[in-house]
C-alpha cells in the first residue's frame, strides 16, 4: 500500500504544483509552500533524538513546555505562524515537506512526537523505517471529523499500524481512535490544561469593564459588532486569530468607533489601553489580555466552519467566557471549562447586562505520562 500511495502523492504533485505556485503568491502562503512543496530554504534537518510535529503557532504555544524540556529536538510544522513561534525555542525547526520528498529528507531520531491530529502516512511509516518509536499526544477526534474519517477508516487502520502509542484528551477520543485502528490508547486529558500558558507581560487592568472578542475568524466582528451595545463603563478588545486580517479588521472595528463616536487605535502603535476600542494586531498578547479582562468572547465559534477555540486559556483567570455554537473542534477543552455561556450573536447584549458569572476549570491535566514516554524511549531518566 505504501508504494501506491507515493504514486498518488507524486501524481498530485504533478498535477498541483502551478497551483501551488499560484497559491503561493499570497502573503498567507509565501513561505510555507515553497518551503513545504518545492524546498525551498527547507533543507533537511540535523539529527536528533526527539522529533516533534505540530501544525501552526497554537499547537506549538501548547507545547512549547514539553519542548522546552529537551535539549536534542527537532520540531516540524505546516504554517509560517508555527514556524515563527517554534523558532523561538528550538533552532532545528523545519517546515515538514510534503509527503513525496521525505524519504530523503527525514531523518533518524529516537522517537517521533506528533501533536493532535497531524497524521501523515509517509511521516509515520518513515520514521519506524528507520528505528523510531512514534506517538501520538492530545489526541482528538471531533465529531465532523470522525465522519470523514470514517469514510476512510481502511486507510487510518493501515495509518495506525505505524503508531506505537497514542495519548487521547477524553474517553469518546480513545473510542473513537480505537474503531479506527489505534493501538495501546490511554485517556491522559488535554495537555494544554497541563501547562496553562503564562502571562508574558503585566498589564494594569483598566477601570472599566473589559470585554474581548478573542481569535475571532472572518464574519465574526461584524457579526457581533452589529449586535453589541457597549455602556460608558465598556471598552472593547478585538484580537483576530490569524495576522493576514489585522489590516481587515483594522478598517471593520475603525468604521464601528467612528460611528459612535468612540476613540479607537492600534495596540502595535498605542501599547496602552487608553482608547475604548483597541484592536490587537500583535501576536502573543492574548494571554496577556486574558489577565485583565472580565469578558471574553470566544471567536471561532460563530461560524460554522471553525470549530471554536482554546477556552481553558481564559478560565484561568475566571473572567466570563461567551461562546457560539459550533464548537465540534473543541469540545474536550469546553468540557473541562464550567460557566461558559452559549449563545447566538444577537443575543450578546442580553448577555452584557444580566448577571455576571465566572467561568472556573473543573481540573488542571497532567503531562507526566506523556514525558514519561518521551524520555523513556532514549533512556533518560525523570
Not at 498567507?28 to 526527539?50: E, G, T, W
Not at 524540556?69 to 528550538?90: H, M, N, P, W
Not at 503508531?163 to 479506527?180: G, T, Y
Not at 489590516?247 to 467612528?258: G, M, P, T
Request: glycine content about 4%; aromatic content about 14%.
Amino acid at each position: 500500500m505504501i508504494i501506491f500511495y507515493y504514486i498518488l502523492a507524486l501524481i498530485a504533485w504533478i498535477f498541483g504544483a502551478i497551483f501551488l505556485l499560484f497559491f503561493s503568491l499570497k502573503d498567507k502562503y509565501k513561505i510555507s509552500i515553497p518551503a513545504r512543496f518545492f524546498l525551498f530554504k527547507n533543507p533537511p534537518p540535523k539529527p536528533s533524538k526527539v522529533h516533534f510535529h505540530a501544525c501552526s503557532f497554537g499547537e506549538i504555544r501548547a507545547l512549547k513546555p514539553i519542548l522546552e524540556q529537551f535539549d536534542d529536538k527537532l520540531v516540524s510544522v505546516i504554517t509560517k505562524t508555527g514556524f515563527d513561534e517554534a523558532k523561538k525555542i528550538c533552532s532545528n525547526t523545519r517546515f515538514l515537506p510534503f509527503e513525496i520528498f521525505l524519504p530523503f529528507w527525514l531523518k533518524k531520531s529516537e522517537i517521533l512526537v506528533i501533536f493532535e491530529a497531524e497524521l501523515w502516512l509517509m511521516l509515520v511509516f518513515l520514521a519506524k523505517l528507520k528505528g523510531a518509536k512514534v506517538i501520538l499526544i492530545n489526541a482528538r477526534i471531533s465529531d465532523r471529523s470522525y465522519l470523514r474519517y470514517k469514510k476512510f477508516s481502511f486507510f487510518y487502520r493501515y495509518l495506525f499500524k505505524f503508531i506505537d502509542k497514542v495519548f487521547a484528551q477524553s474517553l469518546l477520543d480513545k473510542e473513537r481512535l480505537e474503531n479506527l485502528g489505534a493501538k495501546n490508547v490511554v485517556v491522559s486529558g488535554n495537555i494544554k490544561s497541563a501547562f496553562l500558558p503564562k502571562q508574558t507581560k503585566i498589564y494594569a487592568k483598566p477601570k472599566e469593564r473589559v470585554i474581548v472578542f478573542a481569535s475571532t475568524h472572518k464574519n465574526e466582528e461584524a457579526m457581533l459588532l452589529e449586535n453589541i451595545t457597549l455602556s460608558q463603563n465598556d471598552k472593547l478588545i478585538i484580537a483576530p486569530r490569524h495576522p493576514e486580517r489585522f489590516s481587515e479588521v483594522d478598517e471593520i472595528f475603525s468604521a464601528f468607533a467612528n460611528k459612535f463616536d468612540f476613540s479607537y487605535s492600534k495596540f502595535s502603535q498605542s501599547e496602552n489601553f487608553n482608547a475604548k476600542c483597541i484592536l490587537i494586531d500583535s501576536l502573543g498578547e492574548l494571554i496577556n489580555i486574558y489577565a485583565i479582562s472580565d469578558i471574553v468572547v470566544l471567536g471561532g465559534s460563530f461560524v460554522p466552519n471553525v470549530g471554536g477555540h482554546n477556552p481553558i486559556e481564559a478560565a484561568q483567570f475566571k473572567n466570563m467566557i461567551i461562546s457560539g455554537k459550533y464548537i465540534f473542534n473543541q469540545k474536550a477543552l469546553y468540557s473541562e471549562v464550567l460557566g461558559v455561556k452559549f449563545i447566538e450573536p444577537n443575543e450578546i447584549n442580553e448577555v452584557l447586562n444580566g448577571d455576571y458569572k465566572q467561568s472556573t476549570l473543573r481540573q488542571i491535566g497532567s503531562a507526566d505520562e506523556i514525558l514519561k514516554e518521551i524520555r523513556g524511549s532514549y533512556g533518560e531518566s525523570l
